[in-house]
């Protein structure tokens, strides 16, 4: 019987330590609650074996915005830190560093380290704030529409347009921009005719001439730019209709083969219609001025001596000497800054265009062209104009 009560002291008193060392274990930090019952609210229980999987709650004031994951939480009194938390060890066997919210306070953050059996304490500068590319991009055009300098004298004539998806105003200035770089890439040599032993300038006029009257070059180059321009291309049924089945289809696709072949597929190049159409905008898309213009730019196709200049600068030229023969406006701020080119800046190219007109017509097809009712009859209305003009520098000269 003495040895049953010995055994059942022993069996008790086993099942008494472990519980006291749980209690001890706690005691053994500071920033541990002890089990007391003013504190059971921030007490809880440890796993065994060290389970990660559990979560505690952390004071309010102890920690801000910092949450612990897959890491056995600490229940911490509210107590001031120690002064030399810098010089606290590296101790414990698992580390996890805490991400906070990009809206935390100025005040320093801890980030406290548990493992088992101890813990560590250590500064974390809070993460900087990460804005997506397209916030940034949306950032800037709001802050170029918001803060416009005080001499700007010129409207912004994109931002009517903001609704309109069809417009695309929030990316005009970057696309005019982009193409603006493409002229220098782009740009042909005007010299280039001294390399050919076969041709001449002569021959190159004819050439394009007979481009307009849609020859095989042309109704291929024309079968290839509606594929690229348009969003529904026509049929190559149509463009053999247009030269009354004067080319097969074979013929034409053969063509297209070797103009892109030859050019390298490098559909890129920025024809003066396209500044053309943003010079426009700011002149109200007058369809008089605008048809004129058409007119006046193709002049730089025939005529090799516009080669040195930019295909911006022929299509701010044109609509100048249009508006010019219209009688509309000056040459005003908006036109200056949508043109990219000043009126003195001009004044070569529109030179180089009336000395073209101010000649006996050479190119039948062009004039022809434009002498249609669909094209307003702007080259009948040139050559009017041009013979007054003359007439008018005539008298002044005497």
Not at 88 to 98: C, L, T
Not at 354 to 374: A, D, G, I, R, V
Request: hydrophobic residues 40%; positive net charge; proline residues 5%.
């Amino acid at each position: 019987m003495f040895v049953n009560q010995q055994n059942q002291a022993q069996i008790k008193k086993k099942l008494i330590q472990p519980r006291k060392l749980a209690v001890l274990r706690g005691q053994r930090d500071e920033n541990v609650a002890a089990p007391t019952k003013r504190t059971t609210s921030f007490v809880r229980k440890r796993a065994a074996l060290d389970d990660v999987s559990n979560i505690s709650k952390i004071p309010v004031g102890t920690l801000k915005h910092a949450q612990t994951n897959d890491l056995e939480a600490v229940s911490l009194k509210k107590a001031p830190l120690k002064e030399n938390i810098d010089k606290i060890e590296k101790v414990g066997k698992i580390e996890q560093n805490f991400s906070f919210s990009q809206h935390a306070s100025d005040e320093k953050l801890f980030v406290f380290k548990s493992g088992a059996p101890n813990f560590r304490i250590r500064h974390v500068e809070p993460k900087p704030v990460v804005t997506k590319p397209y916030q940034i991009h949306d950032a800037e055009i709001d802050k170029k529409r918001a803060k416009k300098p005080r001499t700007q004298d010129w409207q912004d004539l994109d931002a009517d347009d903001v609704h309109d998806p069809l417009m695309v105003s929030e990316y005009a200035v970057d696309i005019f921009q982009y193409l603006k770089e493409l002229e220098a890439e782009t740009a042909p040599r005007p010299d280039y005719m001294d390399q050919q032993n076969d041709l001449s300038w002569k021959m190159r006029e004819i050439l394009v001439d007979w481009l307009i009257e849609l020859q095989l070059v042309g109704i291929t180059g024309l079968f290839v730019a509606a594929k690229y321009e348009e969003v529904i291309a026509p049929s190559i049924k149509n463009f053999i209709y247009m030269v009354n089945n004067g080319y097969t289809d074979d013929e034409i696709l053969k063509a297209e083969r070797y103009i892109l072949q030859t050019i390298d597929f490098k559909m890129n190049y920025p024809n003066p219609m396209n500044f053309l159409r943003r010079a426009s905008k700011a002149d109200n898309f007058d369809i008089q001025s605008r048809t004129v213009a058409k007119y006046l730019m193709e002049i730089s196709l025939v005529d090799h001596n516009f080669l040195p200049y930019p295909p911006s600068m022929i299509a701010a030229a044109a609509l100048c000497l249009s508006r010019k023969m219209l009688h509309r406006s000056e040459w005003n701020a908006n036109l200056i800054h949508y043109s990219t080119f000043t009126e003195k800046e001009l004044e070569p190219c529109i030179r180089l265009m009336l000395n073209y007109l101010s000649k006996p017509t050479k190119h039948e097809q062009l004039f022809k062209k434009y002498s249609t009712k669909k094209f307003m009859k702007a080259s009948v209305f040139v050559q009017d104009w041009v013979e007054k003009y003359l007439q008018r520098v005539k008298w002044n000269s005497r």
